[in-house]
């Protein structure tokens, strides 16, 4: 009932038209030239929006999780959300016959399959234009047989080149062959997180997992309230988020906890797919280097937000003496 409410006020207030007639195609169409009514909105539209992202699926978690069961967990957490997710799969970690069983839980399951290079290299100095080609066309291969493969590529490091000519390069390429970057608006250091409990379980095997589930929400929302509020200050706008996780043992563990801390700070998860729409997703910050969080390069290339941008815009460096002075 509410939605309702609040989808026709949004139409008249937009159009003027009055006209119960208008739902649900009249929404749509409104949708399509104004993009900002999220579609799944419940009853308020002031709540910001993310979709989860997730990286690197692989089949070597270590001994702490089989990745059969870690992608069960990961996988029932967000279909408990009722949400897709978009999955970036970079090729070497997954191909064999075990990975393909892996990716076809998430393509059944409705997320989008998307590329993520195969060998994940760093669009540096050390990687020429013509190597990370080749290789974001060889993970192309890998993730063509899946019903929900989707043209958006997210660079391995949220790195997209040194030089004007490699970035300019790559991005002719990517246009050429229809994919749209798949940016992160939040970016965070989740992997080390889940790398720090696995050095400490490897040397004590009953680690628990709370204190380190606790850092990682901790973090995670602190990177969510920075990178929307920079958002906000850069565009003038609540954009829709996209955030960064990985396939790791600490996120199969936790990932309800994760999920659910986001709706009590006050975040609405949506459909990769939705968030993707924002137009804000087909901006191409001219900074060098090229890359970061979206929101963060945007920032960069205004000029004007040099005090609260550090280089590069999250990392394990950040992280280490916080969760060494917890002995974590
Ligand atoms: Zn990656």
Redesign the pocket.
């Known amino acids: 009932m509410k939605r309702r409410r609040f989808l026709s006020h949004a139409i008249r207030a937009a159009s003027g038209a009055v006209c119960s007639q208008l739902l649900p195609s009249g929404l749509r169409a409104f949708q399509g030239t104004q993009g900002v009514v999220p579609k799944t909105s419940a009853d308020t539209s002031a709540r910001p929006q993310l979709a989860l992202t997730l990286?690197?699926p692989t089949l070597s978690l270590g001994s702490v999780i089989r990745w059969p069961e870690a992608n069960s967990r990961i996988l029932k957490a967000i279909s408990d959300k009722n949400v897709r997710a978009a999955l970036?799969v970079?090729g070497m970690r997954v191909d064999e016959t075990d990975g393909a069983k892996l990716l076809s839980g998430w393509d059944q399951a409705g997320h989008l399959i998307c590329n993520?290079s195969y060998s994940?290299k760093f669009y540096g100095e050390q990687t020429s234009y013509a190597d990370f080609a080749v290789d974001f066309l060889k993970n192309e291969k890998v993730i063509a047989p899946y019903h929900n493969r989707t043209a958006l590529f997210?660079y391995?490091?949220l790195k997209e080149g040194d030089t004007a000519d490699k970035r300019d390069r790559f991005r002719a390429l990517l246009k050429e062959r229809g994919y749209r970057v798949g940016h992160v608006t939040i970016d965070a250091s989740d992997w080390y997180v889940s790398q720090r409990y696995l050095d400490q379980f490897s040397k004590k095997p009953k680690t628990p997992v709370a204190p380190y589930r606790d850092y990682l929400i901790a973090h995670l929302l602190d990177r969510a309230a920075f990178y929307r509020q920079l958002a906000l200050d850069v565009l003038g706008r609540d954009i829709r988020h996209t955030l960064l996780m990985?396939f790791n043992p600490l996120n199969a563990f936790v990932l309800p906890e994760v999920l659910s801390a986001f709706e009590t700070a006050g975040w609405q998860w949506i459909d990769a797919s939705l968030a993707f729409e924002d137009p804000v997703f087909r901006s191409q910050p001219m900074t060098l280097p090229a890359g970061e969080s979206l929101v963060w390069a945007l920032a960069k290339e205004t000029g004007r937000f040099e005090g609260r941008l550090r280089y590069p815009g999250e990392d394990e460096v950040y992280e280490k003496s916080k969760l060494d002075a917890l002995a974590l």
Request: charged content about 30%; glycine content about 0%.
């Open positions: 990286d690197d970036f970079c993520h994940h997210r391995p490091f990985h």
